[in-house]
Nanobody
């Protein structure tokens, strides 16, 4: 599957932004999806993930209550709604997919994902 992320930009602290990830080549419903981010000089970190049906979601503690992951399998698209943004949310945001299955339906390691989008830059000014 090929992934294309978009929607990044510059936003003031406290603002909102929604990034999207469109999948092509395969049906999105076959994949568990995740969002990761990488700030300058830091390792890529887990942000949020969503089960194939969209009924189960999981968030990093740093974004819980502020970010919402969702998916529209009919549109082959995954979204990350980001509210109450903080300067420390500044990073390149990547969507990723995996065909792995876990009973917990929680996959947070970059090693568990095998396809990645190109990333979209989110900059939050103070």
């Amino acid at each position: 599957v090929q992934l294309q992320a978009s929607g990044g930009g510059l936003v003031q602290a406290g603002g909102s932004l929604r990034v999207s990830c469109v999948a092509s080549g395969r049906t999105l419903s076959e994949y568990y999806m995740g969002w990761f981010r990488q700030a300058p000089g830091k390792e890529r970190e887990f942000v949020a993930s969503i089960s194939r049906s969209g009924t189960r979601t999981y968030y990093a503690d740093s974004v819980k209550g502020r970010f919402t992951i969702s998916r529209d399998n009919a549109k082959n698209t995954v979204y990350l709604q980001m509210d109450s943004l903080k300067p420390e949310d500044t990073a390149v945001y990547y969507c990723a997919s995996t065909r792995l299955r876990r009973a917990s339906e929680v996959l947070v390691s970059t090693l568990e994902y095998d396809s990645w989008g190109q990333g979209t830059l989110v900059t939050v000014s103070s």
